[in-house]
């Protein structure tokens, strides 16, 4: 059974820091790319981060430069460290798990991690 579990959600003063991370289990986690998705109220999900099984790294426009991601190999897990963070940061943070290997695609998701930047 696969699970993706994220933490490290709160709320946190804007210009400040949040480390998330996403603890994974039953994948073969070192061939996944890893990504960061946010839905913030009324708006859809968009694409935070992502990370592949080789280390490239992709952010959206919005985060590049105060966000960053990393992936635990021998721990299963992938983090998203977020600096300066700003009010408009505020969304549900999700977890995600994709391989593809043609014909077969897996995607997998968390429950998500609520960030509030607010003072």
């Known amino acids: 059974q696969v699970q993706l579990v994220e933490s490290g959600g709160g709320l946190v003063q804007p210009g400040g820091s949040l480390r998330l991370s996403c603890a994974t289990s039953?994948?073969?986690?070192?061939?996944?790319?890893m990504g960061w998705y946010r839905q913030a109220p009324g708006k859809p999900r968009e694409l935070v981060a992502t990370?592949?099984?080789?280390?490239?790294?992709n952010y959206a426009a919005s985060v590049k430069g105060r966000f960053t991601i990393s992936r635990d190999n021998a721990e299963n897990t992938a983090l998203l460290q977020m600096n300066s963070l700003k009010p408009e940061d505020t969304a549900v943070y999700y977890c995600?798990?994709?391989?593809?290997?043609?014909?077969?695609?897996?995607?997998?998701w968390g429950k998500g991690t609520l960030v509030t930047v607010s003072s």
């Open positions: 995600n798990a994709h391989f593809r290997r043609w014909p077969s695609v897996e995607d997998y």
């Open positions: 039953g994948i073969i986690f070192s061939v996944y790319t």
């Open positions: 990370i592949t099984s080789i280390s490239t790294t």
